[in-house]
């Protein structure tokens, strides 16, 4: 097996007969917000003032090898490839070398060097800075279950008056959940209630915190909270 990476369903090494000659992998830079004060030493750090810290797009950069038979066909090839990447703004990106999750990512810019029937064709793609789950948190799927990453929870509840539950966000960020429902329902977090219509809803006001976080639903029928786990 060649390992590459897969967009818009095409695979690099299955659909293009690409190898991997490098690849770089960038790590995202924390967004640092910090105010000097006259006669102050150092610097106040606003960066956690609503309680996560914020990162930058993080680049990802690929070097493919483009061998055919001859120039002509190498160039078509090229044309295809590029194509292929540039196809749609940010859209799931997997390495194959990286299992499980995806990277958010659209083509920035590429550079094509070439030796007679022999390229090298380089891609930089701008990416969302966090990786995502390729499923959602509660999934039962065994076969793609990471015993050093995952956590076997439940996500869908059936409720008749009143449910404690617990839901763990193992990803590096808060999140905001979907709240999918068949009937009206109150969620409390904490000291705040939060009240969904039947139907499928994302209130952004209504945020899993990084760990264990405890629920109590109100309401009759079914609920489930949808989300993926965001890691860096």
């Not at 083509?107 to 070439?114: A, H, K, N, P």
């Not at 109590?216 to 909270?225: A, D, H, K, M, S």
């Amino acid at each position: 097996m060649a390992y590459g990476i897969r967009k818009n369903n095409k695979h690099s090494f299955d659909d293009f007969g690409l190898t991997i000659k490098s690849k770089k992998i960038g790590n995202p830079k924390k967004n640092k917000i910090k105010e000097e004060i006259p006669f102050m030493n150092g610097s106040y750090d606003f960066s956690l003032l609503y309680g996560d810290q914020t990162y930058s797009e993080r680049q990802l950069e690929y070097t493919f090898n483009l061998n055919e038979k001859n120039k002509i066909e190498m160039n078509v090839k090229k044309i295809q490839v590029l194509e292929w990447l540039n196809d749609g703004g940010k859209q799931p990106l997997y390495d194959d070398t990286i299992p499980g999750f995806y990277f958010l990512a659209e083509v920035e810019d590429d550079d094509f060097s070439e030796d007679g029937k022999n390229g090298e064709l380089t891609v930089t793609f701008n990416a969302y800075p966090y990786k995502i789950s390729s499923r959602n948190e509660g999934h039962d799927i065994w076969d793609d279950f990471n015993f050093e990453l995952d956590y076997a929870q439940d996500t869908k509840f059936t409720v008749a008056g009143e449910k404690s539950i617990e839901l763990y966000n193992l990803g590096s960020s808060r999140i905001t959940p979907t709240v999918k429902t068949t009937s009206a329902f109150d969620v409390i977090k904490g000291k705040t209630t939060y009240k969904f219509n039947p139907g499928v809803t994302t209130d952004w006001r209504f945020i899993l915190e990084k760990g264990l976080n405890n629920i109590v639903i109100r309401g009759t029928g079914n609920i489930e909270f949808i989300f993926k786990r965001e890691v860096l």
